[in-house]
């Protein structure tokens, strides 16, 4: 902040606060007020200017001594309610405008009630910067939420980014501050400058509503208006009258920066990422599209989870209404999109939100409370009404403005215990003595609220790695109220099953079977995400043991049983082909090795997988019911062997999974209907560069009861392979 070159000594106190740019409420001080019934004064702080007009009548104004202070007194009636008036700086350029201070205040009494109560849930559209016209004067109203600032003004390349041009209107006990200023326009830079009540030190922070951004390094916001025409209602329609609990989702994970790039390295736009990944997910079967966090970040490190502009995505890829084109690209091309959002904690920027007007604003005010020792980032404070509203109607920005079709909700198990993660003593307990986050509990129901009852369809899905129980159950019987919640337990369990030998893989049974003790107490995705591939854990293909024939086959089987095991499905970039090395940020995935006959035979499995499971009611209709599983046998340890049945009203499908490099010939299972029962896969075959052992032709029921089962089948298990097996209901 520049200060006047001599102060103004002989000044009244409260127009000294306004030289010294420390007025909590310029607006008392500035702009036109009545000195009696005929006369105004009109009072204006023109740093920069060297000469100021009145435009309707060329009066000149005063200068109040050497101060940047300058008056006008005059008949009301020679001034308009909205007057303009004429700059000419020390080089004698001229600027006309209208003076900002001769508009009230534009935010209504009810937006701001409902913010304080903490039920706004689009106050997005309110605090920020947003494009309006007062009385057919087109400007931009500029708002923020900074209760303990002792003065706010606007900051941009308008006004040569000096806090003394526009100090902003206090409107009182809400702790808002508001300011129109005409003339601006889409494009243009700002940020707001907040004067510290206790410290009286300055600081300039980016707009927590922010809808745009500069590309980082830089870290303004920007002026922005969608100019954008949707054309994906077909797909709003649908989505909103399915019913996801029984539609099959499987979930393409991405991260836009190193999926795919150009010749020389860059990001593509969103627009052309559209056209490419939608192209590959098509072929490929997938139902959606998972992106991580896509909101605005300034380190590429943490790969968008310390987001800084929770209201925009990332300028990396390009403005915004290029990713609502992304998205609506999607749409039509019958794909839905979900993004990766995260609550959980903020980085400590100081151009961000940390101590955003100079106290614990956002964060909780004990260090017990506010600090994440793991990744050394800030957690929200719940408790406040305006903080938990500033997060609400984030979500709810991304599925109005965008369209989206749901979130995945980053670390809940970092919201839901007050210790996570923290050692005895350093973590403070509940009103009641326990570990539990009561606000962030409560944050978490009212957001599945809202967004379940406002956006039918939609799909919020929780990180939850915990037992806490009743993730996905509704709010008014106890739950959390999210619709789906990351199977971590069976991941884990899985994958530390295939990483073992298969001569050890009979000890280990039980972390293939003990999933479906609890596997219907929750609507689970079954995740093989991002996070199982990096720092050091080894791609999904290197963590299988064996040569590389095993390797492969050993993935192939893991896939099988991933697609054939009740759940919606979640697959990381790269795994769609069996990418060798661990995902790097940094870098594009090695495209390079669909030159190899045993990664086009991953893809082609998955692509075969995915029709299979989305064309098959067996596989989908039932999947968080006990209705749609069925163990066959779950015993054969020995053999390391497992059969099961899915179905549905109208289908059934045999599922038989080989975890050993040993063919089984003439394996007897159980079946329940007499018939024939189709290969319809076997993760062994040629097509997916396998040893192509399996079954030729239809296997026939025979009348032999076995595990329990009224008839038998008698057929080939291939080697570390999988087969799944359609039940015709004839003989014919």
């Keep these: ?173 809400s702790g808002v501050w508001e300011i129109f200023i005409p003339g601006l326009k889409p494009g243009q830079l700002y940020k707001f400058e907040i004067r510290h009540r206790d410290s009286g030190s300055v600081q300039q922070k980016t707009d927590p509503y922010a809808q745009e951004f500069e590309l980082r390094p830089h870290t303004a916001s920007r002026i922005t208006q969608s ?87 990332t300028q990396r890829f390009g403005s915004p209404d290029d990713f609502r084109y992304f998205v609506d690209y999607f749409h039509q091309q019958g794909i839905g999109v979900f993004i990766d959002w995260v609550p959980a904690h903020f980085p400590r920027d100081d151009f961000a939100l ?130 789906m919640k990351w199977n971590m337990g069976w991941m884990h369990d899985t994958l530390s099953y295939f990483s073992k030998d298969p001569i050890h893989r009979r000890y280990h049974h039980d972390q293939l079977t003990f999933g479906l003790l609890y596997l219907f107490h929750e609507n689970f995705i079954l995740p093989m995400s991002h996070d199982e591939i990096v720092h050091g854990k080894a791609s999904l293909l290197y963590k299988m043991p064996g040569d590389e024939w095993q390797r492969f086959a050993n993935l192939r089987l893991l896939y099988t049983y991933m697609f054939t095991y009740p759940g919606k499905k979640l697959l990381f970039m790269g795994c769609e082909f069996g990418q060798g090395s661990e995902w790097n940020f940094a870098t594009v995935l090695d495209w390079y090795v669909l030159e190899y006959p045993y990664h086009q035979g991953i893809r082609q499995l998955v692509r075969d997988l995915n029709r299979l499971y989305v064309n098959s009611a067996a596989l989908s209709r039932h999947e968080f019911e006990p209705s749609g599983f069925e163990w066959i046998d779950c015993h054969d340890a020995a053999q390391s062997v497992l059969v099961y049945l899915r179905r549905s009203e109208d289908a059934v499908m045999v599922v038989a999974m080989n975890y050993t490099p040993v063919p089984r010939e003439k394996y007897r299972i159980g079946v329940p209907h007499a018939g024939r029962y189709h290969e319809r896969l076997n993760s062994d075959s040629h097509f997916y560069a396998g040893s192509n052992i399996g079954n030729s032709g239809d296997l026939y029921a025979e009348s032999i009861p076995w595990m329990g089962r009224p008839y038998s089948i008698a057929l080939t298990l291939p080697p570390l392979a999988g087969i799944v097996l359609e039940w015709s209901g004839t003989n014919a």
């Excluded at 056209?275 to 139902?287: E, K, P, S, Y």
């Design 1 to 173: 902040m520049r200060e006047a070159k001599q102060k103004p000594v002989e000044l009244p106190a409260d127009l000294l606060r306004i030289c010294e740019a420390r007025h909590h409420d310029p607006f008392a001080q500035l702009g036109r007020h009545a000195i009696n019934a005929e006369q105004s004064c009109i009072r204006v702080f023109a740093p920069h200017t060297r000469t100021l007009l009145l435009e309707a009548t060329q009066e000149q104004f005063n200068r109040i001594g050497t101060t940047d202070l300058f008056e006008w007194r005059g008949a009301t009636k020679s001034v308009t309610d909205y007057y303009r008036l004429v700059r000419i700086d020390s080089s004698g350029l001229r600027e006309t405008f209208y003076d900002p201070y001769s508009f009230a205040a534009s935010i209504s009494d009810l937006d701001l009630y409902l913010f304080g109560e903490g039920r706004h849930w689009q106050i997005y559209s309110i605090l920020g910067a947003h494009l309006l016209s007062i009385a057919d004067i087109a400007g931009v109203r500029f708002a923020t939420w900074a209760p303990n600032a002792e003065r706010v003004s606007v900051i941009g390349d308008f006004n040569r980014w000096d806090g003394r041009c526009h100090p902003m209107r206090n409107r009182g006990s």
């Design 227 to 313: 100019q954008y025409h949707w054309q994906d209602q077909d797909w709003m329609q649908r989505r909103s009258s399915s019913n996801w609990l029984h539609t099959p989702m499987s979930i393409y994970e991405v991260h836009l920066g190193s999926w795919q790039r150009d010749n020389n390295g860059r990001f593509f736009n969103y627009r052309e990422l559209a056209r490419r990944l939608a192209a590959h997910v098509r072929d490929l079967g997938f139902t959606h599209i998972e992106l991580l966090p896509i909101t605005e970040h300034p380190l590429d490190d943490s790969w968008g989870y310390q987001t800084t502009g929770y209201f925009a995505p």
């Design 354 to 483: 940390a101590r955003f007007d100079g106290s614990n604003l956002y964060e909780h005010e004990d260090p017990r409370r506010s600090e994440h020792p793991d990744w050394g980032t800030l957690i929200f404070n719940y408790a406040r009404n305006e903080v938990r509203n500033f997060l609400i109607s984030s979500a709810v920005y991304w599925l109005k403005e965008f369209h989206i079709d749901g979130m995945r909700v980053d670390a809940v198990a970092s919201m839901l215990y007050l210790d996570y993660s923290r050692k005895d003593g350093a973590w403070l307990p509940n009103i009641h003595g326990g570990n539990e986050n009561i606000d962030a509990i409560a944050f978490l129901r009212e957001l599945n609220r809202v967004t379940h009852r406002d956006f039918p369809g939609s799909v919020i899905m929780a990180e939850e790695s915990t037992a806490w129980p009743m993730v996905t159950r509704p709010t008014d019987i106890g739950g959390l109220g999210f619709s």
